[in-house]
């Protein structure tokens, strides 16, 4: 068996965003029925799956981290939210809407929403889990490589990050640094 990667996550620099929200409309138009026009004509609600956030005066875009230790998946009394293939996900079809989930994530990623019409007899209001999923099924019907927020994003300030190939760049950037600093070391020796 190989070595579990670990999650892939959606990175945010908020030195680079401006703030224009593109990230949340393009992930409620991914996540709703058609584009974003025939969603306004007919009256439908665009809910997004991420938030941009101001904080402290800085903008932030916010959503699921992706946790490898995720308290929502824990919480779940019925086993709807889960690590598979690299991510946190939720099996909406086992979801039954008591918002355990929404209480424990620490980034409020996650919100409970009625997609269906409420059952005429008031039992139920059909709701549901949802939380940034990395738009697998948006980007298998169209092919892109990216989540749509990093996508519509103008100033690239949101990006998928692998954590491995992240890190291994970290690395190489570290020890670039220390060879550099080295080679400045062994001058000063040399001239003293």
């Known amino acids: 068996m190989g070595k579990r990667r670990e999650n892939e996550i959606i990175y945010a620099d908020p030195e680079k965003c401006l703030g224009c929200h593109s990230c949340e409309l393009s992930c409620a138009v991914a996540h709703g029925q058609g584009d974003l026009q025939s969603a306004v004509a007919g ?8 938030r941009v956030v101001l904080a402290d005066g800085v903008m ?3 959503q699921c981290r992706q946790c490898e230790d ?3 998946a824990f919480a779940c009394p019925t086993g709807a939210i889960l690590q598979e293939a690299g991510q946190v ?5 086992n979801c039954v809407g008591c918002k355990l989930c929404v209480m424990v994530c620490p980034f409020g990623a996650i919100a409970v929403t009625a997609e269906e019409k409420p059952d005429c007899r008031g039992r139920t209001n059909r709701g549901v889990a949802k939380k940034c999923d990395l738009c697998v099924d948006w980007r298998a019907r169209t092919g ?6 990093v996508e519509a994003c ?13 890190r291994l760049a970290l690395f190489e950037a570290r020890a ?5 600093s ?4 062994k001058l000063r020796k040399v001239k003293s």
């Open 60 to 62: 932030m875009p916010m």
């Open 43 to 50: 009256g439908l609600s665009l809910r997004p799956r991420n």
């Open 89 to 93: 996900r939720i099996r909406e079809r």
């Open 182 to 185: 080295h080679k400045h070391l």
């Open 70 to 72: 995720a308290p929502c």
């Open 144 to 149: 892109k490589a990216s989540p749509a927020c």
């Open 154 to 166: 103008p100033t690239k300030a949101v990006s998928l990050v692998d954590l491995e190939a992240y």
């Open 176 to 180: 670039a640094e220390l060879a550099q």
